[in-house]
């Protein structure tokens, strides 16, 4: 089956280069001549959309909330419309789920597609449509920044496609700005306990590939002593990144760690995590830039979305 296009916040470009911090809509948007399939309730249907497919967000797509995004044929044309807000809507990575049974945005697989399991109420800006168990077939999701606002950055990848998936990069690099920050007493933390230091990213179905490191540069201030930088998925206190390590004096010098893993369904959250060997009367220095600006420190990797 061809299923020729991708959810984008940018209209007429499937593969944005820039950020988007703010969108009240998402755009279905063709590639490869915008060739689709969808369920009639007998047959899988080839219908193709020329153009940018609409969908407008509104008052129904509250802040913070979780959404799948569905694909369906309103009779003369390809349409998208969201589905209700997830359940267990909060903060939770790989628990977070669009709910089970009628009402929700439960989906099942048909032909290797995933498809609505009940009838379902899709929602495009102030209008709705009640579809059909199985003619409603997933495309992608997103999680709200404000209400009916969406967003996709290099810090916050928070669209997910379903089909036609793009190496993405994500990141939070720290500015060169040289300014530094100290650490004295032992155990992860974020780094300069400081939550914006991580990337976060919205999966509508999960599975996929993520790879992420993180570079830092630290000094004891006299004292051979070790430091260590980590991953935290979902967590300050539980590192899942491998490396990380290195033993170090007066001078600062640079520590990485790496993580490769796959994305949950829902919010996946990766924190840039930090600890010290402590030692009396020692402090270590945190830097977000190398002495001469060309040591870029922060998290960083790609996922696919």
């Known amino acids: 089956m061809m299923t020729a296009g991708?959810?984008?916040?940018t209209a007429g470009i499937a593969l944005p280069t820039?950020?988007?911090?703010?969108s009240d809509h998402i755009w279905l948007t063709p590639s490869d001549g915008g060739d689709t399939e969808i369920y009639d309730g007998t047959d899988w249907v080839a219908r193709k959309f020329a153009a940018d497919v609409p969908l407008a967000l509104g008052a129904a797509h509250g802040a913070s909330n979780n959404f799948s995004v569905f694909e369906y044929w309103d009779g003369a044309a390809v349409a998208l419309g969201t589905g209700p807000a997830w359940l267990g809507n909060i903060v939770g990575g790989y628990g977070m789920s669009?709910?089970?049974?009628?009402?929700?945005?439960?989906?099942?697989?048909?032909?290797?597609?995933?498809?609505?399991?009940?009838?379902?109420?899709?929602t495009n800006g102030a209008s709705s449509v009640v579809i059909p168990a199985r003619q409603a077939k997933l495309y992608g999701g997103f999680r709200t920044v404000a209400t009916g606002?969406?967003?996709?950055?290099?810090?916050?990848?928070?669209?997910?496609?379903?089909?036609n998936l793009a190496e993405r990069p994500i990141a939070r690099i720290r500015p060169m700005s040289g300014l530094t920050w100290p650490q004295s007493a032992a155990g992860w933390r974020g780094a300069d306990n400081d939550p914006s230091n991580m990337v976060s990213a919205f999966?509508?179905?999960?599975g996929t590939a993520v790879k992420l490191k993180?570079?830092?540069?630290?000094?004891?201030?006299?004292?051979?002593?070790?430091?260590?930088?980590?991953?935290?998925?979902?967590?300050?206190?539980?590192?899942?990144a491998y490396g990380g390590y290195t033993s170090c004096g007066v001078a600062p010098l640079p520590v990485g760690c790496e993580f490769e893993g796959t994305l949950g369904q829902g919010m996946n959250i990766y924190n840039w995590l930090e600890q010290i060997q402590p030692a009396p009367n020692v402090t270590f220095t945190w830097y977000d830039s190398g002495p001469i600006d060309v040591y870029p420190v922060g998290i960083s990797g790609t996922i696919w979305a």
């Open 6 to 9: 991708r959810l984008t916040l």
């Open 18 to 22: 820039t950020d988007v911090a703010s």
């Open 98 to 122: 669009p709910g089970t049974g009628p009402g929700t945005a439960e989906t099942e697989m048909l032909a290797g597609r995933p498809v609505n399991k009940y009838p379902i109420t899709l």
């Open 149 to 163: 606002i969406a967003c996709d950055t290099a810090r916050q990848r928070w669209l997910s496609n379903v089909y």
């Open 203 to 206: 999966a509508a179905i999960g």
């Open 214 to 240: 993180v570079r830092a540069l630290v000094s004891s201030g006299g004292p051979s002593l070790n430091a260590y930088v980590g991953i935290g998925v979902m967590s300050y206190f539980v590192n899942s």
